[in-house]
């Protein structure tokens, strides 16, 4: 079956622009996950959707970070006013329970804020 | 103390050679532990599960150490295909990725 999908792969904004980011999941999958990555370092936890509700929202950096999930299906990662440290590759990933299962992640979504 | 850490490596090790990883973290109630492999340019993907007894997969074993708070991945008889970075996850309440630990199999 398909696997999580992320759009757009690359994305590249000036500073001070808006973004969105799309994560559509595994179908059926309850839990879904953003994360960035950074290069040379491993995933870094930002926010956890249980159904369409935010489970855990602590990893969100500051308040330009936003996301959502109306649905309980395909999410958004908003950030507003980008600036050039939020250049990452961004994860997302999605479980069939919650945090014990096993994470099937989407290729990803590079930023590069110029 | 970082939630999880690992040795970023590299590791060099030759062709058939036996390596071992691993990954310490610091929260005693810390419920489910993973191996992803991560190639370059690519998404983490599942290596394994770690249960409590271990487990072995072909040529991989993990253990959980509970009362050291550290878990390990031993790798036999490494081949090229091996090459790639290896991440640790602990959860608690969230999920919490190493920064991983580079392999590189050389000829």
């Known amino acids: 079956g398909a696997g999580v999908s992320q759009t757009p792969s690359n994305k590249v904004t000036e500073k001070g622009k808006y973004v969105e980011l799309r994560c559509d999941p595994i179908s059926g999958h309850t839990a879904l996950y953003w994360y960035r990555q950074s290069l040379g370092q491993g995933p870094e936890f930002l926010i956890y959707f249980q159904g369409t509700g935010a489970a855990d929202d602590s990893g969100l950096p500051n308040d330009r970070f936003f996301a959502v999930r109306p649905e309980g299906s395909v999410s958004t990662l908003k950030i507003q006013r980008t600036e050039r440290g939020d250049s990452a590759v961004y994860l997302c990933?999605?479980?069939?329970?919650?945090?014990?299962?096993?994470?099937?992640f989407g290729p990803g979504t590079r930023l590069t804020v110029l | 103390r970082k939630e999880v850490e690992q040795d970023p490596g590299p590791f060099n090790v030759p062709e058939g050679a036996t390596v071992a990883f691993n990954c310490t973290y610091s929260n005693s109630a810390s419920q489910s532990f993973f191996w992803y492999r991560q190639d370059c340019r690519k998404e983490p993907k599942l290596l394994m599960s770690?249960?409590?007894s271990g487990n072995e997969d072909g040529r991989f074993t993990a253990q959980l150490n509970r009362a050291s708070q550290y878990i390990s991945l031993l790798i036999r008889d490494s081949k090229l295909s091996d090459s790639a970075t290896y991440l640790c996850v602990v959860t608690y309440q969230k999920v919490t990725f190493g920064t991983g630990t580079k392999l590189q199999v050389i000829p």
């Open positions: 770690v249960y409590s």
């Open positions: 990933a999605s479980t069939l329970g919650g945090n014990a299962d096993t994470q099937y």
